[in-house]
C-alpha cells in the first residue's frame, strides 16, 4: 500500500489549489470552480482516513457522500445566485460586485 | 330701650347708611339720601332720648355715676384695655349739639345738592354740577341748577363722618375717641376732596389731611404716654384725684413738664391741628374747596369742635399738668395760642373777599376763643362757646351755601361764567331777593358778633371774658376783647356787601330763595342760635341774672366740679365786682357791628380794589389779604423741603440709583459671569469632549472601513488568514504548551 500521507499531501496540495483559484480568479463561477476543487480536496482527505484508518465502518463513506451531495446543491444555488446577479449587474466579476461596503 | 344700649347705637345707624349706600344703593339717589338722612334723623332721635333722660337723672347724679358701658378689649399682660360708652353731663351736652346740627345739614345736602332737578348737559363726576337746559312747552330753553352728579357718594361719606362723629362724643376713652377722630380726619379728607376733577379741591384735601396729621402724631404719643403712666385710658379711671395727683408729680423730664404737663401738652397739639389753631391753621380756609354742608358740618359745627371737645374733656389733667408753673404748662400754652390764634385769625378775615373765608377765618377765630377760654381756667365757657358756636356757625355757612345757590342761579341765567358766586363783591341787594337767608345770616351774625342778650354768642362770649378777666388772665382777656371788636366788624362787613344796598352785578339781580330742604334747617338753627345762649345767663348779672337760673353752669360744671374740688385744683371764680367785661363787650359788640355797617354801606361797584380798608390800610391790607404769607412761609419751609427729599433723595438718588443701580449691577455681573462661564466652559469643554469623542470615532471609523471592500475575495483572504492564524496558535498551545 502507499503511505497515508501521500493522500494527504494531494489533498492538501489540491486544496491549495482550489482556494488559490478561489481568492485569485475573476470569473464568478470559476470561483464555483475552485470551491468544487476544495470540496473534492476534502473528500480525498476524508477517504483516506477511512480507508486507511476505520474500513470497517461504513461512516466514513456515507460522509464522503454527503460532502459530494452538498457540492453538487451547493453549485445549484450558487450558479442560481450568479445568474440573478448578472441580471443585476451585467457582469459575474467577483471584483465588481462591491456594494456591500462603507 | 336702654340706654346704654341707645348710646352704642348712635353712630351705627350713619355707619350703616355708608355701608348700605357704598353697597348697594349708590346708583339710587332718592334711596341713598333717604338712608342717610333717615339715620341722621335715628341718630338724632336716641341723642335725644340720652338726652331727656340725662336730664332727669340730673348733673351731679350723672357726674358721680355717668351711664356707662365698657367692654375689654385688648388683652394686655395683667388685665385688659378697655373701651365703652358712657354719658356725663358734658357728653349730654354735646350729644344735644352735634344731633341737632348734624340732622340739619344732612337735611340741607338734599336741597343744596339739587335733588330733583335733572341730570347736567356736561356734568362729570369729579366736577361740580354745572346746569342742565330744559326746553319748557313753549320751546323757551331755560338753564336750571342740576344735580350733582355723585349725589350717593356725598351721602355715603357725610354718613361715615356722622358715625365718627358720634363715636368721639360717647366714647369713654382716649382710643375710640381717636378712632372717631381720625375717622373724620378721613372724611374731612374724602368730602374736601370732593370735587376730585379740580385740582385746587385736591390739594386742599390733601393739605388738611397733612396738617392735622402733624397734630395727631403728637397727640398719640400723648395718649401713648398716658397709657404707659397710667396703665389706662378710660376717663373714670384717669380722672380720679389720686391718679391725678401721681400724674402731676411724676417728672416727664422735658422741660421742666409733669407727666400731666407733657400729655396736656402733646393731647393739645392735637387739637391745634384738628381745631386749626395757629400754626397748623392753614388747611381750614383751602378746605372751603368742598361743598358747603361740608365746611358747615366738618369745619364749624362738629370736626373742629371735636378738638375742643378733646381738651375740654382732658381738662382736669390739663390742670393738674399746670400745677407746677412750668413755663410750657399746657393751660399757659393754650392761652398763648387760643388768644393769639383769636386775634390772628380775626384781622385776616376782615380782609377775605370769600363768603366762605371769612366764616373760614372766623372760625379759627372763635375756636381760639374756646381754647383760650381753657386757658383761663374755665372749661364752662369754653363748653358754652362750643355749643352756641357749633349752632351759629353751621347757620352761617349753611346760610353762606344758600347765597351762593342763589348767586348760582344768577350766573345760569345771565350765562356769564366769569362771575364767582362766591366772591362778596359781586353780591349786595340780597335782603330783598332771600328773605329767609338774610333774617337767618342776619341771626347768626349777630350771635357771632356777640349782640346783647338776644343771642346765644353774647352769653358764651361774655362768659369767656368773665372768666379771663376775673380769672387773673389780663393779657387773654384784652386780645379777646379785641378780637371780639374785629369780629362784629367782620361780620357786619360780610352782612353789609351780601345783603344790603342794591346788587351790584346782574348775577345778584337774578338771584333767588332757594327750597324748603334748605330754608327750614336755617329757621332751626337760628332759633338755636337765637335761644341757646339763655340757658346760661350768670346770676349776677345786671338786671336779667337770676331771672333764669344759671342752669348752664350748673349742668356742665357738674362734670368736673367735685373731682377738682378733690384733687385741691378747683379755683373758685368770683365773678363780681366789676362791670368792666361786661362793658368792653357790650361796646365791642355793638361798635364793632355799627362800624362794619358804617364803612361798608355806600360800596357800589364789584371790584374788590373799592375795598374801603384797601384805602385805609394799604398795604397793611395786602398782608392781611395774603394771611401774612403762612402758606407761602410753611411752602417754603416744609413743602419744598419735602418735596425735594421725595423727588431727588429718595426717587432719584435712592431708589433709581442706589438701589436700582445695585440692583443692575448684580444682573451685570451675573450677566457677564454667565458669558465668560459659557465661552471659557461651556464651549471648549463640555462641547469640546462632546465633539472630541465623535471626531474620534469619525477617524476610526474612516480609518478602519477600508477593510470593507465589498469584494468576496477580499473577505475570504482575511478569514483564511484568521484560520491560519488561529490554527498556528491553537497548535502551539496544544503541541508546545504543555
Same mark, same amino acid.
Given at each position: ?102 | ?421 362766591? $366772591? @362778596? ?9 332771600? #328773605?329767609?337767608? /338774610? !333774617? +337767618?345770616?342776619? &341771626?347768626?351774625? *349777630? ?14 362770649? $361774655? @362768659? ?9 388772665? #389780663?393779657?387773654? /382777656? !384784652? +386780645?379777646?376783647? &379785641?378780637?371780639? *371788636? ?253
Amino acid at each position: 500500500m502507499i503511505p497515508l500521507n501521500w493522500y494527504l499531501i494531494l489533498a492538501a496540495a489540491l486544496f491549495a489549489l482550489g482556494l488559490f483559484g478561489v481568492l485569485s480568479r475573476r470569473n464568478a463561477v470559476a470561483i464555483l470552480m475552485g470551491v468544487e476543487l476544495m470540496l473534492n480536496a476534502v473528500n480525498i482527505n476524508l477517504l483516506a482516513f477511512w480507508r486507511y484508518r476505520a474500513p470497517v465502518h461504513s461512516a466514513g463513506m456515507v460522509f464522503a457522500v454527503i460532502v459530494f451531495a452538498v457540492a453538487a446543491a451547493e453549485v445549484a444555488v450558487g450558479l442560481a445566485l450568479f445568474i440573478a446577479v448578472y441580471r443585476r449587474f451585467n457582469s459575474v466579476a467577483a471584483d465588481e460586485i462591491n456594494l456591500l461596503k462603507w | 330701650m336702654p340706654t346704654t344700649t341707645l348710646l352704642w347705637l348712635l353712630p351705627v345707624f350713619p355707619l350703616l347708611a355708608f355701608v348700605l349706600i357704598v353697597l348697594f344703593t349708590n346708583r339710587n339717589k332718592a334711596l341713598s339720601h333717604t338712608l342717610a338722612v333717615g339715620a341722621a334723623f335715628l341718630s338724632w332721635l336716641g341723642a335725644m332720648v340720652i338726652f331727656v333722660r340725662a336730664l332727669n337723672i340730673g348733673p351731679e347724679a350723672l357726674a358721680e355715676h355717668p351711664i356707662r358701658s365698657w367692654v375689654n378689649w385688648l388683652p394686655t399682660g395683667h388685665g385688659f384695655l378697655k373701651i365703652g360708652v358712657m354719658v356725663d353731663p358734658l357728653t349730654a351736652a354735646v350729644l344735644f349739639f352735634v344731633a341737632w346740627t348734624i340732622f340739619m345739614i344732612f337735611l340741607y345736602s338734599v336741597g343744596y345738592h339739587n335733588f330733583g332737578y335733572p341730570e347736567g348737559d356736561h356734568d362729570q363726576k369729579g366736577l361740580p354740577p354745572h346746569g342742565a337746559t330744559v326746553v319748557d312747552e313753549h320751546g323757551h330753553k331755560h338753564r336750571v341748577p342740576s344735580i350733582e352728579p355723585m349725589y350717593s357718594r356725598f351721602f355715603a361719606y357725610i354718613g361715615l363722618f356722622a358715625a365718627g362723629m358720634y363715636l368721639l362724643a360717647i366714647s369713654d376713652n382716649l382710643l375710640t375717641l381717636f378712632v372717631g377722630w381720625e375717622i373724620m380726619g378721613l372724611c374731612s379728607y374724602l368730602l374736601i376732596g370732593f370735587w376730585f376733577a379740580k385740582p385746587s379741591a385736591r390739594a386742599a384735601g390733601i393739605k388738611a389731611f397733612m396738617t392735622t396729621r402733624v397734630g395727631d402724631v403728637f397727640m398719640l404719643l400723648g395718649i401713648a404716654y398716658l397709657y404707659m403712666a397710667t396703665g389706662t385710658l378710660s376717663f373714670p379711671d384717669i380722672f380720679k384725684p389720686e391718679m391725678l395727683h401721681q400724674l402731676a408729680n411724676l417728672n416727664s423730664g422735658v422741660l421742666g413738664l409733669s407727666a400731666a404737663g407733657l400729655i396736656g401738652v402733646l393731647l393739645f397739639i392735637g387739637t391745634v391741628g384738628k381745631s386749626a389753631q395757629w400754626p397748623l391753621h392753614v388747611w381750614l380756609p383751602d378746605a372751603m374747596e368742598g361743598p358747603t354742608p361740608v365746611s358747615a358740618m366738618i369745619h364749624a359745627a362738629t370736626m373742629v369742635s371735636a378738638g375742643v371737645y378733646m381738651v375740654i374733656r382732658m381738662f382736669p389733667l390739663l390742670k393738674a399738668g399746670s400745677l407746677n408753673g412750668a413755663f410750657l404748662s399746657p393751660l399757659a400754652v393754650m392761652g398763648f395760642i387760643g388768644g393769639f390764634t383769636a386775634l390772628f385769625a380775626a384781622t385776616i378775615a376782615v380782609a377775605q373777599n370769600d363768603i366762605k373765608r371769612v366764616l373760614a377765618y372766623s372760625t379759627i377765630s372763635q375756636l381760639g376763643y374756646m381754647v383760650a377760654a381753657l386757658g383761663a381756667g374755665s372749661y364752662i365757657a369754653a363748653t358754652f362757646h362750643l355749643i352756641t358756636h357749633a349752632f351759629f356757625k353751621a347757620l352761617l355757612f349753611l346760610g353762606s351755601g344758600s347765597v351762593i345757590h342763589g348767586m348760582e342761579h344768577g350766573v345760569l341765567h345771565t350765562g356769564n361764567h366769569e362771575v364767582d358766586p362766591q $366772591d @362778596m363783591f359781586n353780591m349786595g341787594g340780597l335782603a330783598r331777593k332771600m #328773605p329767609i337767608t /338774610f !333774617w +337767618t345770616f342776619v &341771626i347768626g351774625g *349777630f350771635a357771632l358778633s356777640g349782640f346783647p342778650v338776644l343771642t346765644a354768642g353774647f352769653w358764651s362770649k $361774655d @362768659m369767656i371774658l368773665s372768666a379771663s378777666f376775673f380769672g387773673g388772665h #389780663p393779657v387773654i /382777656f !384784652w +386780645t379777646l376783647a &379785641i378780637a371780639a *371788636f374785629l369780629t362784629a366788624f367782620y361780620t357786619m362787613r360780610q352782612i353789609t356787601l351780601t345783603f344790603l344796598g342794591k346788587p351790584r352785578t346782574p348775577e345778584a339781580e337774578h338771584a333767588h330763595e332757594t327750597p324748603w330742604t334748605m330754608t327750614v334747617p336755617l329757621m332751626v338753627l337760628a332759633f338755636f342760635a337765637f335761644t341757646a345762649g339763655w340757658v346760661g345767663i350768670p346770676e349776677h348779672f345786671p338786671l336779667l341774672g337770676g331771672l333764669l337760673p344759671d342752669w348752664f353752669t350748673h349742668w356742665v360744671g357738674a362734670a368736673y366740679e367735685t373731682l377738682l374740688q378733690q384733687a385741691g385744683m378747683f379755683k373758685e371764680i368770683a365773678e363780681e365786682g366789676s362791670l368792666v367785661p361786661l362793658y368792653t363787650s357790650l361796646t365791642v359788640s355793638l361798635g364793632g357791628l355799627f362800624f362794619g355797617w358804617l364803612v361798608y354801606k355806600d360800596v357800589t361797584s364789584p371790584d374788590p380794589a373799592t375795598d374801603p380798608l384797601k384805602k385805609w390800610l394799604g398795604p397793611v391790607h395786602t398782608l392781611l389779604q395774603n394771611k401774612y404769607y403762612f402758606d407761602e412761609l410753611y411752602g417754603i419751609l416744609f413743602i419744598r423741603p419735602a418735596y425735594w427729599f421725595a423727588e431727588v433723595l429718595t426717587f432719584r438718588w435712592l431708589d433709581r440709583g442706589l438701589i436700582d443701580g445695585i440692583l443692575h449691577a448684580i444682573a451685570r455681573a451675573v450677566f457677564d459671569l454667565g458669558k465668560a462661564l459659557a465661552y471659557w466652559i461651556d464651549l471648549p469643554i463640555i462641547s469640546g469632549a462632546g465633539d472630541l469623542i465623535g471626531n474620534i470615532v469619525r477617524t476610526f471609523g474612516r480609518a478602519f472601513r477600508v477593510v470593507q471592500t465589498g469584494r468576496v475575495q477580499d473577505y475570504m483572504v482575511a478569514a483564511m488568514t484568521s484560520v491560519v492564524a488561529f490554527g498556528a496558535l491553537v497548535y502551539y498551545l496544544l503541541v508546545f504548551a504543555h
